[in-house]
């Protein structure tokens, strides 16, 4: 298998451009997880879907960002507007069996917004 | 509530000595522990985790820790590092039912010098 997989690995954008970052999880896996990660804030989960359905979306910092989950095969991240503060490494996992089970993460999308 | 509380921010050691890096938690429920590590410009790789079985687990590369009820602790040792272990290393507690909530540690980075 090849893992999670995520693209685009960089993404360089302009304040008040919409950003969607994409995520193939571990075919068989059905939980996947968004992650930030800055230095600031260390590493925060934004939202954790389950067979599709998002779960928990707390972490989601505010109504400029929104994930979807259409199919088990695909995840997208958006940010529209996004914002200088958004810039970060964006982090999808996935597991078998929830928050309980080991997550496989994939190398992540460095976001830079100017 | 819930919380993790990783006291070193930054661990220094020599190439073959003794490593231990200190995770304390707080939750109202039985959690799951895990120890994630992340070298750099990487996603994160689990470690190894602790789901209520044995309270000494084993882990990948020569790593293991000790989950401690009465401490509300679950430090991560390795009897002698090597250069490859220097990498930035998360505690992480799943908690809830079906582990919806995560919580990570702030991170420790531990350093090996030869």
């Known amino acids: 298998d090849a893992g999670v997989i995520q693209s685009p690995r960089h993404e360089v954008t302009e304040m008040g451009q919409e950003v969607t970052l994409r995520c193939k999880p571990i075919?068989?896996?059905?939980?996947l997880f968004w992650y930030r990660q800055t230095m600031m804030r260390g590493l925060e989960l934004l939202i954790y879907?389950?067979?599709?359905?998002?779960?928990?979306d707390s972490g989601m910092p505010e109504d400029r960002f929104s994930a979807k989950m259409p199919n088990a095969s695909f995840s997208t991240l958006k940010i529209q507007p996004s914002e200088p503060r958004d810039s970060a490494v964006y982090f999808c996992?996935?597991?078998?069996?929830?928050?309980?089970?080991?997550?496989?993460f994939g190398p992540g999308t460095r976001l830079t917004v100017l | 509530a819930q919380s993790v509380t990783q006291l070193d921010s930054h661990v220094s050691v020599s190439e073959g000595t003794p490593v231990l890096l200190r995770c304390n938690y707080s939750s109202s429920y039985s959690p799951s522990l895990f120890w994630y590590v992340q070298h750099p410009n990487k996603g994160l790789q689990l470690l190894l985790k602790y789901t209520s079985a044995a309270t000494l687990v084993k882990g990948i590369n020569g790593f293991e820790a000790e989950f401690k009820k009465s401490e509300t602790s679950f430090h991560l040792t390795k009897p002698s590092a090597h250069m490859s272990d220097a990498a930035e290393y998360f505690c992480v507690v799943s908690v809830g039912q079906a582990g919806t909530a995560l919580i990570f540690g702030k991170g420790t980075t531990l350093s090996v010098s030869s």
């Open positions: 996992a996935s597991s078998l069996a929830g928050g309980l089970d080991e997550q496989f």
């Open positions: 075919s068989g896996h059905n939980s």
């Open positions: 879907f389950n067979n599709n359905v998002p779960i928990d």
